[in-house]
């Protein structure tokens, strides 16, 4: 059985900063990208970022691109995404979610992945 665990989310004043982690089990960790989503009510969940099961690639949002930084750590079968300059409109749940394959082409989109975790709350207060 396949899990995946955000923590990290929290309330955050605009311009600060916050990581979110996400561990996977149940799976071969690094043999699959890893994505990072973001959801708002009544909106779409958006692609956020992806890294490649080497952590070799990566491919952001335009509007995360700066400010936002994907890793992870094979050995511990962990991603994170460091977020800085934090913005009002970074306000949503987060989500983590496995690849279909290692790499980042089309991870942008939601069908390219098949696991996903319950989701962290990242509030910026302006």
């Known amino acids: 059985q396949v899990q995946l665990v955000e923590s990290g989310g929290g309330l955050v004043q605009a311009g600060g900063s916050l990581r979110l982690s996400c561990v996977v089990s149940g799976r071969t960790f690094s043999r699959y990208a890893m994505g990072w989503f973001r959801q708002t009510p009544g909106k779409e969940r958006e692609f956020v970022a992806v890294?490649?099961?080497?952590?070799?690639?990566?491919y952001y949002a335009d509007s995360v691109k700066g400010r936002f930084t994907i890793s992870r750590d094979n050995a511990k079968n962990t991603v994170y995404l460091q977020m800085n300059s934090l913005k009002p409109e970074d306000t949503a749940v987060y989500y983590c979610?496995?690849?279909?394959?290692?790499?980042?082409?089309?991870?942008?989109?939601?069908?390219?992945?098949?696991?996903w975790g319950q989701g962290t709350q990242v509030t910026v207060s302006s």
């Open positions: 890294i490649s099961w080497s952590g070799d690639l990566t």
């Open positions: 979610a496995t690849g279909r394959t290692g790499g980042v082409v089309r991870g942008q989109y939601k069908d390219n992945y098949d696991y």
